[in-house]
């Protein structure tokens, strides 16, 4: 049997990462075999925990516990960085059992700045929210972010996106230590989708802007600006009285991005919002985010959402299913 803990952070929490978390490992537990024991725990000695509307029973302090075979933090909520600041305690805990036990440590969404705080994602690939990754990658730069992943699995330490993913994350971890019977039949039961790889296209843009750089943060305006013109390297590093190496250099320094790269998201999210709220067909999207060249943009597309263009259209469209077949 794998004894499990959820550690409740001090501060907001979000009851349905914790609910979720345990509702469907215990799931586990109504097929032939002794799978999971499933505890939370706090800091404090409390037997509950007020959490919103809701209440958690709590079934242990942290002291209590030197024996886990994997630890599972749930999604912080409000500030993250006092948040993270808060909660030594789990993140203390969370080190000695890596340490001295060899315990496996997981997090779901934004659990994962506790985590990365243990010191022992560095040199791993992780996930969290993607909305959370450039606050992340900015704070644990030694850990290899992955913001479009839904699960990451290396050396005993795991992770997931948003906190919806954490059902994923949870059959994942059936899947792998029960069998992948018992997995697929949960995901029915729970009609969670098997084996989601991607949270890329529910990522929206955030323009990368948590710098210091204040002319790279003046490039990034006038992009934005001028998206939808072929702005070449060269052209802005004249435009900006810069050589075109060091355009390069400080702008991906910043932003993670070079500069076609920054302007490619810039155009494709635009496009997206087009097929979200308008009767603009794929063609017409294209052209008026500044590409002439279907196959061009069918690739970028793809590449940044994980979707054609015409199945994005047909999930998130709201304009019914009129309009051309161009993907």
């Not at 345990?22 to 725990?41: D, I, M, R």
């Not at 994923?168 to 039961?189: D, G, M, R």
Request: net charge neutral; glycine share 8%.
């Amino acid at each position: 049997m794998k004894k499990i803990v959820i550690p409740i952070p001090e501060g907001q929490n979000s009851m349905i990462g914790i609910s979720g978390i345990a509702t469907v490992l215990e799931a586990a537990n109504s097929f032939p075999g002794e799978h999971f024991e499933v505890k939370t725990a706090t800091a404090q000695k409390v037997k509950t925990r007020r959490i919103g509307r809701f209440s958690t029973q709590i079934d242990a302090q942290l002291d209590e516990i030197d024996e886990v075979d994997l630890v599972i933090v749930p999604p912080l909520e409000g500030n993250h960085r006092q948040a993270t600041a808060d909660n030594q305690a789990i993140v203390g805990w969370m080190r000695y059992l890596r340490q001295e036990k060899g315990s496996e440590l997981g997090s779901v969404c934004t659990g994962a700045y506790l985590l990365a705080d243990t010191g022992h994602l560095d040199g791993k690939e992780a996930s969290s929210h993607w909305a959370a990754m450039p606050e992340l990658q900015a704070l644990y730069p030694r850990v290899q972010w992955r913001p479009e992943a839904v699960i990451t699995d290396m050396d005993g330490m795991y992770t997931s996106g948003g906190t919806l993913s954490s059902f994923n994350l949870i059959i994942y971890l059936i899947e792998k230590f029960v069998n992948k019977a018992t997995a697929v039949h949960l995901s029915k039961i729970f009609e969670i989708d098997y084996h989601r790889t991607s949270q890329a296209p529910f990522m929206i843009f955030n323009n990368q802007k948590l710098h210091a750089d204040e002319t790279v943060l003046q490039i990034q305006s006038y992009l934005e600006k001028h998206f939808r013109e072929n702005i070449s390297v060269a052209k802005l590093a004249d435009h900006f009285g810069m050589s075109r190496r060091n355009l390069i250099r400080r702008f991906k320094q910043a932003t993670g991005d070079p500069p076609h790269t920054y302007q490619q998201r810039l155009r494709i999210e635009e496009a997206k919002r087009l097929l979200e709220s308008t009767n603009h067909r794929v063609g017409e999207a294209m052209t008026a985010v500044g590409y002439a060249d279907m196959n061009t943009f069918r690739e970028l597309f793809l590449r940044h959402t994980g979707l054609l263009p015409s199945v994005y259209r047909k999930r998130w469209g709201g304009c019914g299913e009129s309009g051309d077949n161009l993907s």
